[in-house]
């Protein structure tokens, strides 16, 4: 009965419900009806709430906690995290973004970063990535053949990258920058923009002593005196913030790096001829150097040119030099310089042995010149010796042909490897410029002798600056030498014996590196000859010639073979006026034996006119051997009128230069061993005229020549005051000559009874 009373009630509540709802509902509804409830009674549990689920996802009873340092969220190392750190979560400054360009190898994107991080002044920080990308660049400028426009960009993105390098101070402060500065300085084509730019780099970082020792020599000898001058200034000026620059700024170092840098470039100067620019760094009264003080060898070297100077205001300086020397008691050693041949000007370049390199070929030096080895090593060095760097100023080296025959004995002996020559070098090398430039002279003069004119190039190169030369025909000549040089070498074990001499001799010495040498006039006629000889192409020959001319009428800087590579590099390194680069004489001998041994018959008459007129008109003055050249082709060429024609007006210009420097001289008109004029003739050119008529039977004119030389020579014939090597020489002649006179008597007897007999059936020579 309760049971029933139950379900009354539950149906009279619901029947509430029901009206409760309809009366909510909007009119635009059905009715509820009763079918719905069947359908609701069907569908799906509602969504439990949050907090439900929460409490039926939590434990009952919660751990305790931990009770080490560990996050209570998720590990953040786990590798989950790491890869989203690594792919957008790191924290990426732009100076790291350049690193690693740089690292990659994309410097091209590299230096447009940094070039618009200067533009907006953002701070750049100091690597030493830079310097390999300063390094990659010169490295391209160098393979690049085009325009100006293309190095000026190389230039200028070698000065972005190279500044970027750390200080002196912070870094080893000991640092050379060998690869870098090798392809700054030691090159062929070397830039003086890129050169300044470099050096100003350097003093900004801290390494002014690299800029002391290996860039100063080059801007003082080749830079305009505006911008050498300049160029001092901005180095002094640069050291001292560097040196300012420190949180405890060093005073009494910027004075002395100072002083140093002025003293040097006042050496350099000096060293180049260029007196003016030396004094202007001179300190002047009233200025804050009164400490400053010249070195003994600066100071020398500068009042050595001083007291040779034709200007009073500069002689009147000595005393004021004087007062600069830093070891007063020192100052007679300048003094007795005074009396001493310049080294620097006339080290194995004097106009005596200019003009006899180019005979050098006709006197092949012995191997028995020097029979004992080690003897001549030790005399050699012995020559090579000095006790002080002062004294190596004005140090007379040993005569060339001691040098020579060294040479040659030593590499007589195939066993040799060149380790005695590579040692002999390097000690003279390392005792100034001056016995460096004579020995080099006397290595290219032997590889010319031994047929290698490629050899004469390389030396050349490695050494000297390239000046009053066609430097696109030295490069590319010296390229082909070097490729058919390597394959000679794949090909053959041994190989040539002069090529493994060389090996013995390769390399530029540490000790020399500083800075090359300034070529005399001997080193560029033997490179002329080099060129000569390697040139077999008759029209590359004449092609030659007019650079030759064009070079000697205009001077060096007027050529430009190669537009492209002169633009490119806009350096060729023209020395100032004050300093002699002009062809040598000797330059022209090459040439001219050459185009008299192919002429014909037909331009044989006219020819040695027309080479001497070159001459002239190129402001180069023909001398003895130059005559002597021509004098013996017409003579070859059976035209003893032109050949007598030279020797009678050498003879005369002989005879007027002697009454021009001593007029009341009655000396005997016989030439002695050293004539007063460079176009006088000597025993060479008699010998030489003498040998051509007897080759062609001329007994007539070969008797005038002979009889020249006993009225000319006859107290030196009789005395026997020539060397044995002219003896030998001279007695050679006078059989030859003998045997034609005597040729010549009995054809005559045999023409007085048979008719028909040729006088060409008789020759007398090997």
């Known amino acids: 009965?309760?049971?029933?009373?139950?379900?009354?009630?539950?149906?009279?509540?619901?029947?509430?419900?029901?009206?409760?709802?309809?009366?909510?509902?909007?009119?635009?509804?059905?009715?509820?009806?009763?079918?719905?409830?069947?359908?609701?009674?069907?569908?799906?549990?509602?969504?439990?709430?949050?907090?439900?689920?929460?409490?039926?996802?939590?434990?009952?009873?919660?751990?305790?906690?931990?009770?080490?340092?560990?996050?209570?969220?998720?590990?953040?190392?786990?590798?989950?995290?790491?890869?989203?750190?690594?792919?957008?979560?790191?924290?990426?400054?732009?100076?790291?973004?350049?690193?690693?360009?740089?690292?990659?190898?994309?410097?091209?994107?590299?230096?447009?970063?940094?070039?618009?991080?200067?533009?907006?002044?953002?701070?750049?920080?100091?690597?030493?990535?830079?310097?390999?990308?300063?390094?990659?660049?010169?490295?391209?400028?160098?393979?690049s053949s085009t325009g100006l426009g293309t190095v000026s960009e190389h230039v200028a993105r070698f000065e972005t990258f190279f500044s970027l390098i750390p200080s002196s101070r912070v870094s080893d402060g000991n640092r050379t920058f060998t690869d870098i500065r090798k392809r700054i300085l030691d090159n062929p084509l070397i830039n003086m923009d890129l050169t300044i730019r470099f050096s100003l780099i350097l003093v900004k970082k801290g390494y002014v002593n690299l800029v002391q020792k290996y860039t100063i020599p080059l801007i003082a000898r080749f830079a305009s005196s505006d911008v050498c001058l300049q160029f001092v200034d901005d180095v002094i000026v640069m050291n001292k913030r560097f040196w300012h620059s420190q949180e405890l700024p060093d005073r009494r170092n910027a004075i002395i790096q100072s002083w140093n840098l002025r003293?040097?470039?006042?050496?350099?100067?000096?060293?180049?001829?260029?007196?003016?620019?030396?004094?202007?760094?001179?300190?002047?009264d009233g200025s804050p150097m009164d400490g400053f003080r010249l070195s003994r060898q600066t100071h020398a070297l500068l009042r050595f040119h001083l007291a040779r100077s034709s200007r009073p205001?500069?002689?009147?300086?000595i005393g004021y030099v004087d007062s600069l020397l830093l070891e007063p008691e020192y100052s007679h050693v300048s003094r007795e310089a005074d009396d001493a041949t310049d080294p620097f000007i006339h080290t194995a370049g004097s106009p005596s042995q200019d003009v006899d390199v180019v005979l050098s070929h006709f006197q092949p030096v012995s191997s028995s010149h020097s029979p004992n080895l080690v003897t001549s090593l030790r005399r050699l060095k012995n020559a090579y010796t000095s006790s002080s760097a002062i004294d190596s100023l004005f140090m007379i080296p040993p005569p060339l042909e001691e040098v020579l025959g060294f040479f040659a004995s030593y590499q007589a002996h195939l066993g040799k490897n060149g380790r005695a020559i590579a040692l002999l070098r390097r000690r003279v090398l390392r005792l100034g410029r001056g016995l460096a430039s004579h020995f080099l002279f006397a290595e290219m003069l032997h590889y010319y002798r031994v047929d290698q004119p490629g050899l004469v190039l390389e030396t050349y190169l490695d050494h000297f600056y390239i000046s009053a030369i066609p430097r696109d025909d030295v490069l590319a000549l010296h390229d082909a030498f070097r490729r058919s040089r390597d394959?000679?070498?794949?090909?053959?074990?041994?190989?040539?014996?002069?090529?493994?001499?060389?090996?013995?001799?390769?390399?530029?010495?540490?000790?020399?590196?500083?800075?090359?040498?300034?070529?005399?006039?001997?080193?560029?006629?033997?490179?002329?000859?080099?060129?000569?000889?390697?040139?077999?192409?008759?029209?590359?020959?004449l092609q030659l010639y007019q650079k030759l001319l064009q070079i000697s009428r205009e001077g060096y800087s007027s050529l430009s073979a190669n537009p492209h590579s002169e633009e490119a590099y806009n350096t060729t390194l023209v020395p100032p006026p004050t300093w002699d680069a002009n062809v040598p004489a000797a330059a022209f001998t090459p040439f001219i034996r050459r185009m008299l041994k192919t002429s014909n018959a037909t331009t044989a008459g006219s020819l040695g006119a027309l080479l001497l007129g070159d001459m002239v008109r190129a402001?180069?003055?023909?001398?003895?051997?130059?005559?002597?050249e021509i004098a013996q082709f017409y003579a070859q060429h059976r035209d003893s009128r032109r050949a007598f024609m030279i020797m009678d007006r050498?003879?005369?210009?002989?005879?007027?230069?002697?009454?021009?420097?001593?007029?009341?001289?009655?000396?005997?008109?016989?030439?002695?061993?050293?004539?007063?004029?460079?176009?006088?003739?000597?025993i060479v050119f008699y010998c030489a005229l003498l040998r051509s008529f007897i080759q062609t039977h001329d007994l007539k004119a070969s008797e005038k020549v002979?009889?020249?030389?006993?009225?000319?020579?006859?107290?030196?014939?009789?005395?026997?005051?020539?060397?044995?090597?002219?003896?030998?020489?001279?007695?050679?002649?006078?059989?030859?000559?003998?045997?034609?006179?005597?040729?010549?008597?009995?054809?005559?007897?045999c023409d007085q009874r048979t008719s028909g007999i040729s006088v060409s059936k008789f020759r007398l020579f090997r």
């Open 1 to 143: 009965m309760d049971a029933g009373k139950l379900e009354e009630d539950a149906k009279l509540q619901r029947a509430v419900a029901k009206e409760d709802v309809r009366e909510n509902q909007v009119e635009v509804f059905e009715d509820y009806a009763d079918e719905y409830e069947a359908v609701a009674s069907l569908s799906k549990p509602p969504k439990p709430s949050v907090l439900e689920i929460i409490d039926s996802t939590l434990p009952e009873k919660l751990p305790l906690p931990s009770t080490d340092n560990s996050s209570i969220f998720e590990d953040e190392s786990s590798s989950e995290y790491n890869v989203i750190a690594l792919s957008s979560c790191s924290k990426h400054t732009l100076n790291d973004a350049v690193l690693v360009l740089l690292a990659e190898e994309k410097y091209e994107e590299a230096y447009k970063v940094l070039v618009e991080m200067k533009q907006l002044e953002h701070e750049i920080h100091a690597h030493m990535a830079y310097e390999s990308a300063a390094l990659l660049t010169l490295d391209d400028m160098h393979r």
């Open 263 to 284: 003293s040097t470039a006042i050496h350099w100067l000096a060293f180049s001829n260029r007196i003016e620019e030396a004094i202007s760094l001179l300190p002047r």
């Open 313 to 317: 205001k500069q002689r009147d300086l």
């Open 487 to 541: 394959a000679k070498l794949q090909a053959s074990k041994t190989g040539d014996i002069n090529l493994q001499f060389r090996m013995g001799m390769q390399g530029v010495e540490p000790s020399l590196a500083q800075t090359r040498l300034w070529p005399t006039t001997s080193h560029t006629s033997l490179v002329w000859h080099a060129l000569v000889a390697l040139t077999e192409d008759d029209r590359a020959f």
């Open 619 to 628: 402001g180069i003055e023909p001398n003895r051997h130059h005559l002597t």
């Open 650 to 682: 050498m003879e005369a210009a002989e005879e007027e230069q002697r009454e021009l420097t001593s007029p009341s001289s009655h000396c005997d008109t016989r030439s002695t061993a050293s004539p007063r004029s460079s176009s006088a003739p000597d």
């Open 706 to 749: 002979a009889s020249r030389i006993t009225s000319r020579y006859k107290t030196e014939l009789e005395s026997n005051a020539f060397s044995s090597a002219q003896h030998e020489v001279l007695e050679a002649l006078w059989r030859d000559f003998a045997q034609l006179r005597e040729a010549n008597d009995k054809a005559t007897d």
